[in-house]
């Protein structure tokens, strides 16, 4: 009796068809589809290992990548890229968990874009104060103390202003 056979694209093996696997066009002996491939942990297609954006763990398929990185509202296993500035100051940030928070992305949208907003300084007697330093009636001392800045804010403020 003859069972029908194929060989697999990768390791050139004959195999019965009931453990052929088709990939891309492409067949495969059930070993090597499973050493090639992997499936995305949000929708479940299959992707090569080599095109998985996510982690081992985890694996991301090419669209849901781009799905997540307009999305608000993240999965339980999403990891940010770090974004590396170099030697110097440290920046850190926050991650921020919201436990019945509902999953509307443009409100999550909304709280991201005021916690990575640069913070606005806003003095509303700056003008003043800053006008009557420059015409020399009080010093820059007192006009730091005023306006509760400290001197390299100050400066550059004035400097913008
Ligand atoms: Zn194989
Ligand atoms: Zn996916």
Redesign the pocket.
């Known amino acids: 009796m003859n069972e029908p056979t194929f060989i697999?694209?990768?390791?050139?093996?004959e195999?019965p068809v009931l453990e052929r696997r088709e990939f891309e066009g492409r067949d495969?002996?059930?070993?090597?589809?499973e050493?090639i491939t992997t499936v995305c942990h949000v929708c479940g297609a299959r992707i090569k290992h080599t095109r998985n954006h996510g982690t081992r763990k985890t694996p991301l398929c090419e669209c849901c990548l781009h799905a997540r990185s307009r999305a608000g509202v993240q999965d339980y296993y999403y990891q940010p890229r770090p974004i590396f500035y170099g030697r110097g100051p440290r920046y850190l940030g926050v991650e921020l968990e919201i436990d019945c928070g509902g999953e509307s992305d443009s409100s999550a949208n909304e709280i991201m874009s005021v916690a990575n907003a640069e913070k606005p300084i806003v003095r509303d007697n700056f003008d003043a104060v800053v006008a009557l330093w420059r015409r020399g009636e009080i010093t820059a001392a007192e006009a730091q103390r005023r306006l509760d800045m400290k001197p390299s804010t100050f400066y550059r403020k004035v400097r913008r202003s």
């Open positions: 697999c694209t990768r390791c050139h093996s195999f495969y002996c059930t070993r090597c589809h050493a």
